[in-house]
């Protein structure tokens, strides 16, 4: 079946710090891939996107590159802030109109 | 567009008893899809509708769990005889049946305390 592994959290960074959380998937043919964010005390929320192979999907200074050779879709931000700190999901669809599969989540919290 | 709405925002409930939430979605959106989520990981999907029709149904959704969309707008999803392992936050999301991968959009979600 489908499957989403995360990096281990949490992450603590300083203000102004590089951000990568890693997310490989397994599936088979090809996936649309996501990431989510879920603020303290917030729903889930849509960050980004990414529909087929080498599509860059961006929102809000983050970035995550759907590579098919290494089935992975990591998220990448230059230059975090503190109101950054949050849970990042990464997740998967196989097809229109059907379930997503999510990883199990990376605490991020951003220090000024 | 207002947004996923769900209700109650939080249950609290002895074991055995019954619960009901209930999911109102985006307007238009034709698909409803329902999760789980425990402490410290992520959704896991439970259902999903497209319109009235459940069309998928994990097999986390045991006998005790049943959802419905009568009218294919509003959802709900009843708990029998809850048990301390149903606690967990349930997540609504919808979204709309377009050409392609869709974005499904999640309400705030009901976190259940069973005692």
């Known amino acids: 079946g489908n499957s989403v592994t995360q990096m281990e959290g949490p992450v603590t960074l300083s203000e102004e710090a590089f951000l990568t959380i890693n997310c490989t998937y397994t599936a088979t043919g090809y996936p649309s891939l996501f990431w989510y964010v879920q603020y303290p005390g917030e729903g889930l929320q849509l960050l980004l996107k990414?529909?087929?192979?080498?599509d860059k999907g961006s929102n809000k200074g983050f970035e995550a590159t759907y590579r098919k050779e290494t089935t992975s879709f990591h998220l990448e931000k230059g230059s975090v802030q503190v109101s950054d700190s949050a849970v990042y999901f990464c997740?998967?669809?196989?097809?229109?109109?059907?379930?997503?599969?999510f990883g199990e989540g990376t605490q991020l919290t951003v220090n000024p | 567009d207002t947004g996923v709405s769900q209700d109650p925002r939080h249950k609290i409930t002895k074991r055995g008893q019954n619960v009901t939430f209930r999911c109102d979605p985006i307007s238009e959106h034709n698909r409803l899809y329902w999760y789980r989520q425990t402490l410290g990981q992520g959704p896991e999907f439970l259902t999903y509708f497209q319109n009235e029709a459940q069309l998928e149904k994990s097999r986390l959704l045991s006998d005790r769990f049943s959802a419905e969309r009568p009218k294919g707008s509003f959802s709900t999803l009843e708990i029998q005889r809850t048990e301390q392992g149903d606690s967990a936050m349930y997540l609504c999301a919808s979204s709309p049946q377009v050409f392609g991968p869709e974005t499904q959009y999640f309400g705030p979600g009901t976190r259940l305390l069973v005692l």
């Open positions: 997740a998967l669809s196989q097809t229109s109109g059907s379930r997503l599969t």
């Open positions: 990414a529909t087929k192979a080498d």
